[in-house]
């Protein structure tokens, strides 16, 4: 796999941005360092008089094997100076959708990653709900658009409960319904309080902190990805036992 040009060049144009993008000399720091780190000669080592930013980048950016290509983007995009911006964010998750076979692995940290592969398996009857997980899996992988990723999530699990309870309620609206779906299941009072506490709760932290305010706390993310993950596939589970 390569890099295409045109990608290479909406790169450049993004990461060398005159009001959005990285400084000359960051750029040209960052550059010195790939050519040694990757043994490739670039064209330039400083940004001439006559060539922009973006030229200088795409100029440079071509010179190295297309894995070094993904490297350089995806190190760049997560320079402390640009990686809040929702540009440079956008540009992340696309490298990472189109091209992560020219990368390593991307690991979602901290998060079981064992569940998620089962999660995912277990999900494919419920083709609606799969996609906002994948959706949300993206972005957490990439570190990107937080309150996107948990807005994919409460998408995730909602789909899930009106397919599994066979109605059209919101999250906030299947106390009742879950409950007695519980019950019927053979879960435990304790155990069937826990659940739908924990629904309350998920939907409320929705309301205050995502939905209405995007005052996302980033240490929280992967603790609510990993109990909602492991909520959904009981329910699934229990979906397809007697």
């Not at 071509?62 to 911006?85: C, G, R, T, W």
């Not at 995730?156 to 066979?166: A, D, G, I, P, Y």
């Not at 319904?177 to 939907?203: C, H, M, W």
């Amino acid at each position: 796999m390569t890099l295409p040009e045109n990608f290479i060049r909406h790169a450049s144009d993004v990461l060398g941005d005159t009001d959005t993008g990285l400084t000359g000399s960051v750029i040209v720091k960052e550059f010195t360092k790939y050519s040694i780190r990757f043994n490739t000669d670039i064209p330039h080592s400083s940004i001439p008089m006559n060539v922009s930013k973006r030229n200088f980048l795409f100029e440079n950016l071509v010179k190295f094997k297309p894995e070094y290509q993904y490297k350089i983007i995806l190190e760049l995009s997560d320079h402390n100076q640009v990686n809040e911006n929702d540009k440079i964010k956008e540009l992340k998750l696309l490298l990472i959708e189109r091209y992560s076979e020219l990368g390593s692995k991307i690991e979602i940290k901290n998060v079981n990653k064992e569940v998620v592969t089962e999660t995912i398996q277990w999900l494919k009857e419920y083709p609606i709900s799969l996609k906002s997980y994948n959706e949300a899996i993206r972005k957490l992988e990439a570190s990107v658009f937080e309150r996107n990723l948990l807005d994919d999530l409460r998408l995730s699990f909602e789909s899930l409960l009106k397919k599994v309870l066979n109605n059209e309620k919101t999250l906030e609206n299947q106390q009742s319904y879950l409950g007695d779906y519980l019950k019927q299941k053979a879960i435990s009072p304790e155990l069937r309080n826990l659940i739908n506490l924990y629904r309350d709760y998920f939907t409320k932290y929705q309301n205050n902190y995502v939905k209405h305010n995007d005052k996302v706390n980033k240490k929280e993310i992967e603790y609510i990805f990993e109990v909602t993950t492991s909520l959904m596939k009981l329910i699934i589970r229990l979906e397809n036992t007697d």
